[in-house]
């Protein structure tokens, strides 16, 4: 019996000594894999305090279907147009819905049904400021907002900023809803760790400029869709982000700012989601771990 108890006892002081000699940040990602083990799909989780540059990366580097959050790099191409003087962000152009498929040129239009904006479809022939265009892109995630921008500063431009600014494996083919382009197995796509570098840029000011970079920030902190990473912080925690869905596929990703001046970048990717509300609310709990690590709460 006595023998039987100090095994016991040794064992626990084993298993104590283990847990000690791991960092908190172990500890967290510990947290985030038994978090999201809980739900059937894959998800690909890229964490990075911006004051010290520490990073927790899940599957940074496995490619995702990149929905809506493909719209921030276009808003970043579109800002860099116009800090090169292409055109003014309060200039006007037309709204159109008509547009070409990146297969074979053949025309297609979009539809309310498949938007998450509906207003844009009923003025399609009036002329709407690019800024305005670009700030339903990313607040309301507006597809023909998107289609109309794409237009105008080129798909292939939005791939060569990326480059340019170190997120290599971000796909930005073509617009949205592109129906033989999709069957093609031509689709957007990107990585968690890519999207980690555009919002690290942002953050830093180095997307653009300092000014250009603050303005898209400011854009990104009026999103409308708020149920992954803000969903559980206190309300005083402000989030500039952008969310991405379609079917199996919940995505968000942005910078967030804490009242102390800290802030952290954060990205949430998922796919094959066998019921997406649980993997919504598994990535609203890692967002919730992340931040009570950044807190000490």
Do not use: W
Not at 63 to 77: G, Q
Not at 124 to 151: P, R
Not at 245 to 258: E, K, N
């Amino acid at each position: 019996m006595r023998t039987t108890y100090t095994l016991l006892s040794l064992i626990s002081i084993i298993v104590l000594t283990s847990c000690q000699s791991k960092s908190k940040l172990e500890l967290l990602k510990e947290s985030i894999n038994d978090e999201l083990a809980k739900v059937e799909g894959t998800f690909g989780i890229a964490f990075e305090n911006l004051d010290n540059n520490e990073q927790l990366l899940i599957n940074e580097k496995e490619t995702f279907h990149a929905a809506s959050t493909m719209k921030t790099p276009v808003l970043i191409e579109v800002y860099k147009q116009a800090a090169e003087g292409k055109f003014s962000l309060q200039d006007s152009i037309t709204v159109i819905n008509e547009f070409k498929s990146i297969v074979d040129g053949s025309p297609y239009q979009l539809t309310s049904d498949d938007d998450s904006e509906f207003e844009l479809y009923n003025q399609v022939g009036t002329k709407k400021a690019i800024y305005d265009l670009v700030y339903q892109m990313i607040i309301v995630s507006s597809n023909l907002a998107t289609n109309i921008i794409i237009e105008n500063v080129g798909a292939k431009n939005v791939m060569s900023t990326m480059k340019g600014l170190g997120a290599n494996d971000i796909q930005v083919l073509r617009g949205v809803e592109d129906q033989k382009a999709y069957e093609a197995g031509m689709s957007n796509t990107t990585t968690a760790y890519d999207l980690m570098i555009l919002f690290e840029k942002l953050a830093k000011g180095e997307a653009v400029s300092p000014e250009a970079d603050q303005q898209m920030i400011d854009i990104l902190s009026d999103q409308e869709f708020n149920e992954i990473i803000p969903a559980k912080l206190p309300a005083d925690v402000k989030v500039a982000h952008k969310t991405g869905s379609i079917t199996a596929v919940r995505h968000d990703s942005g910078i967030v700012f804490l009242p102390d001046g800290r802030k952290y970048v954060l990205i949430t990717l998922s796919k094959e989601l066998k019921n997406p509300e649980e993997g919504i609310r598994a990535m609203a709990n890692v967002s919730e771990l992340i931040y009570k690590y950044m807190t000490n709460k």
